[in-house]
Nanobody, 121 residues
């Protein structure tokens, strides 16, 4: 199983970005999916998760601004990020799990490359 996150870049405060996560080597429809982010010097943090059935959950700091979605036909998951703030600057990663929900980052050994989102004017 390989994961590839993409879509990062530099965005102005208040702007939007859409991240993509493509799974190869298996069928995404069997997995819960999660988006994580990491700021240098801090632990990787789970910020949004979605079950295989489409239920979603968010960390409080992104609720109402970020939306996780999935397109099983494309074997992809997405993170729509709106009203971005400077504190959203981080490297963003995705991961998957056979359990109902993804877990905290420390539960996973394998990660694909992340994508850097910089929120700056």
């Amino acid at each position: 199983v390989q994961l590839q996150a993409s879509g990062g870049g530099t965005v102005q405060p208040g702007g939007s970005a859409r991240l993509s996560c493509v799974l190869s080597g298996n069928d995404l429809k069997f997995y819960a999916v999660g988006w994580y982010r990491q700021v240098p010097g801090k632990q990787r943090e789970l910020i949004a998760g979605m079950t295989s059935g489409g239920s979603s959950n968010y960390v409080e700091s992104v609720k109402g601004r970020f939306t996780i979605s999935r397109d099983n036909a494309k074997n992809a998951a997405y993170l729509q990020m709106n009203n971005l703030k400077a504190e959203d600057t981080a490297v963003y990663y995705c991961n998957v799990d056979y359990r109902v929900w993804v877990g905290p980052a420390h539960e996973y050994e394998h990660w694909g490359p992340g994508t850097l989102v910089t929120v700056s004017s």
